[in-house]
Every structure is written in C-alpha cells, then in structure tokens.
C-alpha cells in the first residue's frame, strides 16, 4: 500500500501542478493518498514487529536479525517515519520530502523481496543513497519537463 500510494501521490502531484495551486479536489485526492501511505506505513511497521515476535519464538532465529538486508531495511524504515514526521511539520521542502519517500518506499519493497541479497550493510545503503539520489533526479525532471496541462 505503501508504494502504490507514493508512486499515485507522485504521479498526482506532478499532474497537480501544472496550474501552480492546489484547488478543493486536487487536495482531497493528495489527501487520500497520504492516507493510503500512512496504512502502509502501519502495516510495514506492525509486520516488521512480527517479525520481531517471531524471531524471538525462535521461528525465524537470531541470525535474522544480523543479516545485512534486515537492518537496511530496518533503517529504511527508520528514514521513512523520520521524513514522514518532518514533512507532517514542514520541516522538509515537499519536493524532497517526497522524493526520499518514494525511494524508500520502494527500496523497502526491494530489500522485503530480494530475500537471498548477500552484500553487506555498506553496499546496501550505499545503492540505497544512489537510488535515492536518481529518483530525486528523475522527479525533478519529471516535474519540469512532464507536468501535464489542463
């Protein structure tokens, strides 16, 4: 839910914002997307603690919690609840704000899939930088050159 809802928020916004100004409908839509991110954000974080339950029954193993791939993705999480909180205060420019989002959003789907990932912790968060550094990128572009007319 998570990352349908960045990647429909983003598509959305770029759309949006081709008039410079949000009207009435243009904000409720936003709004329901942010929505839809913030369930996904809950499920993300409750399935990441049952994973946490689960490896303390012993189901899992204590090797889960060393592996390279569970703690990039467990600091994946982390930046994204600490940017959800900067954007909800507006601390952060929106623009980056929601670029990290959607990166993290979707590095957290990839390290969640990619289960047999044998690189190291660096290596991860390394691409993981780069990936969000082109999605930056692209987005910018995106919001330049592809924004929509009404």
Not at 4 to 9: K, N, R
Request: hydrophobic residues 60%; positive net charge; proline residues 1%.
């Amino acid at each position: 839910m998570g990352v349908g809802g960045a990647t429909f928020a983003e598509i959305f916004y770029t759309k949006f914002q081709s008039d410079k100004k949000v009207d009435l409908f243009e904000h409720e839509v936003l709004k329901i997307c942010v929505g839809v991110i913030r369930i996904g954000l809950v499920i993300l974080v409750f399935s990441g603690l049952g994973f946490l339950v689960l490896a303390r029954l012993a189901y899992l193993g204590p090797d889960v919690f060393y592996s390279s791939r569970f703690l990039a993705k467990m600091t994946v999480v982390v930046v994204l609840l600490f940017v959800a909180l900067l954007m909800n205060f507006r601390f952060i420019n929106l623009e980056l704000g929601s670029s990290i989002s959607t990166a993290s959003w979707y590095a957290a789907m990839i390290l969640g899939i990619w289960r047999n990932l044998n690189v190291s912790y660096l290596v991860i968060m390394l691409a993981y930088f780069i990936f969000g550094f082109i999605v930056f990128l692209l987005l910018t572009f995106a919001r330049k050159h592809f924004v929509l007319k009404k």
